[in-house]
């Protein structure tokens, strides 16, 4: 048995970049050509890492790697969750690497830095993140990761208390050692602390509460972070080997890092990663796990950790609440004084939104706080009927329906609480930063379901955003930031009820959000001639709303009024106050345009909406679907114009393929790029649905033509963000034929296998 290991952990994380009022992502610019910065990561590395490919000496695959299953690893809650909608089979994969080697840890729910939190705020992360561990990999974690290695004594017990085996530091958090069963401590930093050894941390204030630090080394993982240590297969092997020593003593290299810098940070470097591997498993040095070698090698030492010290700032933990000078490469002038302000806020609103919760939810659980840690079901298991049992095995008496729907605005504002202190909203240059809105974002979310149930905490928090100063002129300040960037991802049932008016209004399917349910009724609709080029319109409808994780519904009388292009009005009223929607044309066709919203205004008060109810994605696909034909001539026109009534008929279910394709093959014609065309981007979604049936049923022929024709279609397209999803579908879909013999669908199997670069392509390659 070797007694010397290598021992890569990956630490693979994204912030939680849905919209927390409809569980959907927004588009990302800034990613492009990808929707967002999840699906270009998960392009890059995180389906790599999983399903890699090795390149012959031609260029072509001849081999794939799972180096996941020789990695230690952990995987943010919140990414798994987007995974689990967008790319299920990257969860799978990961999932299945664990059942074949159990070497996935766990990690607290939100990317909290745990030191800041209380510690009933600690004890409620750290169930979370292990009961969504064992709801995604079916076992107890024996070890769990924690954000930015931030620790203090504290959290460290709350690790211990719930059974956690094992966490990882940097050495520089390790702070005196001593040989077990002495009673001399040894104060070293962290050029002098041994990483090749576990060691025994025992609570100072409960001796009972034990658990194991393995501190990875500090130098060749910083290699990993700066790409020195991936410039080959050979280099990384040779700093490996050099960190080891000849003989039988147990040792364990250890490597951990974020696990993006395999392949989006640094392209390629997950090939230099299954390469290393391989050379140093040749050489005697099998890759393992902390799970593994602890089994193997108790720790010989015991160490005190330094508090309040992390991985990712020289400073303690300044980088999440001062300007501590731990920043990207921004510019030299740039400060970042906001984060003292932007925690100061955070922690008042959480006080606030703590004491109220405590007092309304009391009414319903004998323990609020006990309710909430165990309230991770909620998310990971939804539906009405599990929340209702829920709710039921945990009250203190029958609830009525509007008491269900308190309670789980209740616990739902307690999420977004925890949301909120996400560490990446402190840890780059400015408030306005996209990290920083996102966890302002959640605090909005926060504060609206406060609201909702009568306790309003905006203004008070926007007043203290006011002393955050912004880097960015035309910030200025946290409060801007708040009205600039975070209203506006606001989606109440109000604003769902415009965007699903508007959309019908313009007779575009209204695609639902997870966590919105919307119904339009039949609408009244009229229209009247105006200025060359000007669309002036009229419609009225019944709009009904319901908010999924709160179950807060609404029924609305919607009224649309368009008086050119982009030039929308939308006036709400409640269902239940009468509605005479030929009286309203009537005024639409008397009035001049002007005149008509001004009557509506003093009918339903002022508009609240106009084409900016609509939500962010379909707005922008909405607009380039209403070009005219002033801007693009009347040939272009009448293309787009098919187009997009060919793609609403698709997006509602419309069997419509062939005409969708062909549509698409003449886009060069009209002078269309492809990608311009609005909600093409969702054709690439449809093709991997195609090729999931294929794999369900990977013989059957029309299924198998119908997916190599939107392959053609949309390569020729240049709608094809990325290929990993194609060559994960194809490596399953060549597995589903091995033994077979000869067949069209083998053949197919080949032909996409050889559009994709593989050296073998009838089968898929391990």
């Not at 292990?130 to 954000?147: D, I, M, Q, S, T």
């Not at 009972?208 to 993982?221: A, E, G, M, Q």
């Not at 609440?321 to 030299?332: F, T």
């Not at 929607?581 to 001004?598: K, N, S, T, V, W």
Request: glycine residues 6%.
């Amino acid at each position: 048995m070797s007694h010397r290991h290598i021992c890569v952990h990956g630490h693979f994380y994204q912030p939680p970049r849905e919209n927390p009022w409809t569980g959907t992502v927004d588009r990302e610019a800034s990613a492009a050509p990808f929707h967002d910065w999840n699906a270009r990561i998960a392009e890059e590395c995180y389906g790599p890492i999983t399903l890699g490919v090795r390149g012959g000496s031609d260029g072509r695959t001849i081999a794939y790697d799972e180096t996941l299953k020789r990695l230690s690893f952990n995987f943010g809650p919140t990414l798994l969750s987007w995974m689990e909608k967008e790319r299920p089979s990257i969860l799978r994969r990961i999932q299945a690497a664990d059942a074949a080697t159990q070497t996935a840890i766990a990690q607290p729910y939100f990317h909290n830095i745990m030191p800041f939190e209380s510690r009933r705020d600690k004890e409620t992360l750290v169930r979370w993140g292990l009961a969504e561990f064992r709801h995604r990999f079916k076992r107890e974690a024996k070890g769990l990761w924690l954000p930015e290695t931030a620790v203090d004594a504290e959290t460290l017990e709350v690790l211990a208390g719930h059974g956690v085996e094992f966490t990882i530091l940097d050495p520089k958090q390790g702070e005196a050692v001593r040989d077990l069963g002495s009673d001399a401590w040894v104060e070293l930093d962290a050029e002098h602390i041994d990483p090749k050894t576990p060691y025994l941390w025992t609570s100072p204030s409960d001796p009972t509460k034990k658990l194991v630090i393995f501190f990875y080394h500090h130098r060749l993982s910083a290699g990993i972070v700066s790409g020195e240590t991936l410039v080959s297969a050979e280099h990384f092997a040779d700093a490996v080997r050099g960190r080891l020593w000849e003989g039988d003593a147990a040792q364990l290299a250890h490597v951990a890092s974020d696990g993006e810098f395999y392949g989006h940070h640094h392209p390629g470097a997950e090939r230099v990663l299954a390469l290393t591997l391989d050379l140093l498993e040749a050489d005697g040095i099998p890759a393992t796990d902390p799970a593994r070698f602890l089994a193997l090698f108790p720790p010989p030492h015991e160490v005190r950790v330094r508090e309040n010290t992390s991985w990712s700032c020289d400073h303690g933990l300044g980088r999440w609440d001062k300007d501590c000078g731990c920043r990207s490469a921004h510019l030299p002038d740039w400060d970042q004084r906001w984060r003292t302000g932007l925690r100061d806020a955070l922690n008042k609103l959480a006080h606030r939104l703590d004491a109220f919760y405590e007092d309304d939810a009391s009414r319903f659980f004998d323990d609020p706080w006990k309710v909430r840690d165990e309230a991770s079901v909620l998310w990971l298991e939804p539906g009405e009927e599990r929340a209702s049992a829920f709710l039921k095995s945990h009250a203190k008496r029958p609830l009525l329906a509007e008491e269900e729907k308190r309670a789980l605005k209740l616990l739902t504002m307690q999420r977004e609480r925890l949301a909120m202190f996400t560490s990446c909203g402190w840890f780059f240059d400015d408030i306005s930063g996209v990290e920083a809105v996102l966890i302002l974002t959640r605090a909005a979310r926060a504060i609206d379901l406060a609201k909702l149930l009568g306790e309003d905490a905006e203004e008070a928090f926007v007043e203290r955003l006011a002393a955050c100063r912004s880097n960015l002129p035309r910030f200025e300040n946290g409060a801007k930031v708040w009205r600039t960037l975070v209203a506006s991802s606001r989606v109440g049932l109000p604003r769902a009820a415009a965007h699903a008016a508007v959309l019908d209004h313009l007779g575009l399917p209204a695609p639902e959000p997870p966590l919105l349910r919307w119904t339009a009724g039949p609408a009244f609709r009229a229209d009247k001639a105006g200025l060359a080029g000007r669309e002036r319109t009229l419609s009225v409808r019944d709009v009904t709303v319901r908010s999924v994780d709160t179950r807060q519904s609404a029924e609305f009388h919607a009224v649309v009024h368009r008086a050119d292009r982009l030039d929308f009005a939308v006036w709400l009223a409640p269902r239940r106050e009468a509605l005479d929607p030929l009286a309203i044309g009537d005024q639409f066709i008397r009035l001049a345009d002007d005149e008509f919203r001004a009557a509506m205004d003093e009918r339903f008060g002022p508009a609240a909406f106009g084409l900016d109810a609509v939500l962010n994605d379909e707005r922008a696909e909405a607009v380039k679907s209403l070009a005219g034909s002033g801007a693009l001539g009347a040939s272009r026109a009448a293309y787009l114009r098919r187009w997009v009534e060919c793609m609403a008929a698709f997006r509602r279910g419309g069997q419509e393929d062939d005409a969708v394709l062909q549509l698409l093959s003449e886009s060069a014609v009209h002078a269309f790029n492809a990608s311009e065309l609005p909600w093409s981007y969702e054709l690439e979604d449809r093709l991997h649905r195609h090729m999931e049936a294929v794999v369900a049923e990977p013989g059957d022929s029309a299924r198998v033509s119908r997916a190599l024709r939107w392959l053609d279609a949309l390569w020729d397209a240049g709608l094809l963000a990325g290929t990993w999803r194609l060559r994960d579908a194809q490596d399953r879909w060549a597995r589903a034929l091995e033994g077979q013999g000869p067949s069209a669908a083998l053949d197919a199997c080949r032909a996409v296998g050889a559009r994709l670069g593989l050296a073998d392509s009838s089968r898929g390659i391990r």
